[in-house]
């Protein structure tokens, strides 16, 4: 019955846990698109209306992808060996993702100048992609619900698969597979050959010898 349970719990996890990955892969390939249309927008603008500072927007965009990629791919290994170790670990760096994001979530509502504590923007891009969610609100307002109880759910489901304990079937196939070697206790001896009782195959000597003299 605890295996069943822990199946079913693994599964679960890496299904939920998917849902961070694909946030995480949308927004990699945004952030690569935006490169690609700042480098593009740089090389037909002249160099005296050029403006060298970095890009932070796309940085970020880029670096958040990758975490929530890194983050996936530790579920999913986690999920699938169910050491207390990972699972931990797992749900560590979910519950200090969900806080951030509390925060962050918190700060916009409360304060009304949150962009003035941003540095500038020299692609524009944060200006369009601000825009853009303002304009679609309420389909980004049910995505951020959506990841937020995805993540929470996660969460529940490592601690449930940490409490039911790693799984110990792969160990019983690697016995079944490759017996160990075991020496008995008692009675470590070496067995002796047994006698045999019967009529020597070649004469004794003194046999040869009497035929002989015959």
Same mark, same amino acid.
């Given at each position: 019955?605890a295996?069943i349970?822990r199946t079913?719990?693994?599964? +679960?996890l890496?299904?939920v846990n998917s849902?961070l990955?694909?946030?995480? @892969?949308a927004?990699?390939?945004?952030?690569l698109w935006?490169s690609?249309?700042w480098?593009?927008?740089?090389?037909?603008?002249?160099?005296?209306?050029f403006d060298s500072?970095?890009?932070?927007?796309i940085?970020?965009?880029l670096? @958040?992808?990758v975490?929530?990629?890194?983050i996936?791919c530790?579920?999913?290994i986690?999920?699938?060996c169910s050491n207390?170790f990972?699972?931990?670990? #797992?749900m560590?760096i979910?519950?200090?993702?969900?806080l951030?994001?509390?925060?962050l979530?918190?700060?916009?509502?409360?304060?009304?100048d949150?962009e003035?504590d941003?540095?500038?923007d020299?692609?524009?891009?944060?200006?369009d992609?601000?825009?853009?969610?303002?304009s679609?609100?309420?389909f980004f307002?049910?995505?951020?619900?959506f +990841? +937020?109880l995805a993540?929470?759910f996660?969460?529940?489901?490592?601690?449930?698969?940490r409490a039911?304990g790693?799984?110990n079937e792969s160990?019983y196939? +690697?016995?079944?597979?490759?017996p160990?070697?075991?020496?008995?206790?008692i009675n470590?001896?070496?067995q002796q050959?047994? #006698?045999?009782?019967g009529?020597?195959?070649?004469p004794m000597k003194?046999d040869?010898?009497n035929?002989r003299?015959?």
């Amino acid at each position: 019955m605890a295996g069943i349970a822990r199946t079913c719990l693994q599964s +679960i996890l890496k299904f939920v846990n998917s849902t961070l990955g694909l946030v995480g @892969i949308a927004m990699v390939l945004y952030g690569l698109w935006m490169s690609r249309v700042w480098q593009r927008d740089m090389q037909d603008s002249s160099f005296d209306d050029f403006d060298s500072s970095a890009p932070w927007f796309i940085y970020t965009f880029l670096s @958040i992808g990758v975490t929530l990629c890194l983050i996936t791919c530790l579920g999913h290994i986690s999920a699938d060996c169910s050491n207390g170790f990972f699972l931990s670990c #797992y749900m560590e760096i979910i519950f200090v993702l969900l806080l951030l994001e509390t925060a962050l979530a918190a700060d916009i509502l409360l304060n009304s100048d949150w962009e003035k504590d941003l540095p500038e923007d020299p692609t524009g891009r944060f200006h369009d992609f601000r825009e853009f969610v303002e304009s679609n609100f309420d389909f980004f307002k049910w995505i951020g619900m959506f +990841i +937020i109880l995805a993540q929470g759910f996660s969460m529940l489901l490592a601690m449930a698969l940490r409490a039911l304990g790693p799984s110990n079937e792969s160990n019983y196939d +690697i016995y079944d597979e490759h017996p160990p070697a075991r020496l008995p206790l008692i009675n470590h001896h070496l067995q002796q050959p047994p #006698y045999v009782v019967g009529e020597p195959r070649f004469p004794m000597k003194n046999d040869a010898w009497n035929v002989r003299i015959h």
